[in-house]
């Protein structure tokens, strides 16, 4: 089984990678750890990429070294660009059997305008989602 946790750029969620790592250790299953930096065009950017990409890094090798040092096999991978498409394509090339993601933190109102990558990842995605709440 391969499982692919999308972690988002910029943050710590703990509890997102202990629920990934008791179900990897219930089901022996390995876990793809991917982050996208939200930088489509950099000309249209804030911030130079490397800034975007930094972020992303650090939150992917944190998710990853914490599931590694629960035991289970995992990698972490940097994609650029938008976390919904770049997010489904890393699980389509992984063979992912299951995305696993953290609820959206925005407020509601923000989420309606801006719009919700668990929610369109549960909508768009061709394979299962599982989406893990703050406890």
């Given at each position: 089984m391969r499982i692919v946790l999308a972690v988002k750029p910029g943050t710590d969620q703990p509890w997102i990678?202990?629920?990934?790592?008791?179900?990897?250790?219930?089901?022996?299953?390995?876990?793809?750890?991917?982050?996208?930096?939200?930088?489509?065009?950099?000309?249209?950017?804030?911030?130079p990429r490397t800034v975007f990409v930094q972020s992303a890094r650090e939150s992917a090798d944190l998710a990853a070294q914490r599931l590694t040092a629960a035991g289970i096999d995992a990698d972490a991978t940097v994609r650029s660009g938008r976390p919904l498409e770049g997010t489904l394509a890393f699980a389509?090339?992984?063979?992912?059997?299951?995305?696993?993601?953290?609820?959206?933190?925005?407020?509601?109102v923000a989420e309606r305008l801006l719009g919700s990558v668990p929610l369109e990842l549960i909508k768009r995605s061709a394979r299962p989602v599982l989406v893990i709440t703050h406890p």
């Open positions: 990678t202990d629920a990934v790592a008791r179900l990897a250790r219930q089901t022996g299953a390995s876990v793809a750890v991917v982050a996208v930096d939200h930088v489509e065009l950099e000309r249209f950017s804030p911030a389509e090339e992984q063979q992912a059997d299951l995305i696993v993601v953290g609820a959206s933190t925005r407020p509601a």
